[in-house]
């Protein structure tokens, strides 16, 4: 007796076509990606917002400001090195830095789950106000709700930012030019693999720190030697790969970079090799990516290294003028391979 067994081959669902959302939608990678261009920038794309920059450039009354926003949902709200308001603060700070803005005014508001310790909140706002004064920034409006037990998380924070840039500043992310260098302020990894070391109890033989930081002083730096960069980015969500593919795939260049140069602690190294995790992925709070003019690449980086954040400052690859929207990097056995964006969630809630 023969039996016929029909073999039926066929492809997948794109990995974008979800009814629901997931927690990949918040990587920072693909599907983030995906669900503010099909969702959000469909219905409310103008000049401002087309570009998705980590913030808003326009003009009032002659002056140039930038207004940017962000959520914080870490868990936990207490890691090696920093809480979610010391997150909250830094990294719109560091939204407003990347755009070339000095960061000026700030606001607030906490959704706070019923239960949560009133001794915890004091002690976030307490990391904040540090934060604020570290930059000089002021926290000047904010709000409050409290929803019911089991209804949230302990609490989230988000917060909005605003700054002024000079004129003569023109950073975004669709500027990258063929030829153009990409540099990195330092090591990678650091704060996603801090936050994976005491969540649901993983632990390491080495004790990380979340790299989370003000970038300001290290942009105002680099802007002091140079008006030539052309784009910023702080790689939080989704790592180095995915702010690089933004930046490749707005201004529609090839990237290639040099995993030699890409500096990455030995500690990191080994956890992501355990865990299975590409460090390129991995969230960071206290890095970032420029893209410049390669006259005053080697300029850069020696102001950079004279900064307590830039002191393993590189140069880690150029951009191209083929291959538009693509990264490549150059292993370190000579070989070459895509790095695309991150398609799923590699570690979730993590900003």
């Not at 010391?86 to 939204?95: E, F, P, S, W, Y």
Request: glycine share 10%; charged share 25%.
């Amino acid at each position: 007796m023969s039996e016929n067994v029909e073999f039926v081959l066929s492809c997948p669902l794109p990995i974008t076509d979800y009814k629901n959302i997931l927690l990949g939608h918040g990587s920072g990678g693909k599907l983030s990606a995906d669900l503010i261009k099909k969702i959000f920038l469909s219905q409310f794309k103008n000049p401002y917002l087309g570009p998705l920059n980590d913030a808003a450039v326009f003009e009032v009354n002659g002056t140039r400001l930038a207004f940017t926003t962000d959520s914080y949902v870490v868990n936990p709200i207490f890691f090696p090195g920093g809480d979610i308001g010391k997150l909250a603060v830094n990294g719109t700070i560091n939204d407003l830095a990347v755009s070339g803005a000095r960061p000026l005014y700030i606001s607030a508001a906490f959704i706070l789950e019923e239960g949560f310790p009133v001794e915890n909140l004091w002690k976030i706002v307490l990391s904040m106000k540090s934060a604020c004064e570290e930059t000089g920034v002021l926290l000047v409006t904010g709000d409050t709700k409290v929803v019911d037990k089991g209804k949230g998380d302990k609490v989230f924070i988000n917060t909005s930012g605003i700054g002024i840039v000079e004129k003569d500043i023109q950073i975004s992310s669709d500027r990258a030019r063929p030829g153009d260098k990409v540099i990195l302020s330092g090591a990678i990894g650091i704060h996603g693999i801090a936050i994976l070391s005491v969540r649901e109890g993983l632990e390491f033989e080495t004790h990380i720190l979340s790299d989370t930081a003000p970038l300001t002083s290290l942009v105002m730096d680099m802007l002091s030697v140079s008006t030539k960069i052309h784009c910023m980015r702080d790689p939080t969500r989704g790592g180095i790969a995915s702010a690089l593919n933004e930046i490749a795939s707005s201004s529609k260049v090839g990237i290639r970079i040099e995993e030699n140069k890409i500096p990455i602690p030995r500690e990191v190294q080994g956890a992501c090799e355990m865990l299975g995790l590409d460090p390129l992925y991995v969230a960071n709070e206290g890095k970032l990516i420029a893209i410049v003019d390669r006259e005053d690449a080697e300029r850069i980086v020696e102001k950079m290294k004279t900064h307590a954040l830039g002191r393993e400052a590189a140069i880690i690859g150029e951009v191209l003028d083929d291959h538009p929207g693509i990264v490549f990097m150059k292993t370190r056995i000579g070989g070459t391979r895509v790095v695309d964006m991150l398609t799923g969630e590699q570690l979730p809630r993590i900003c």
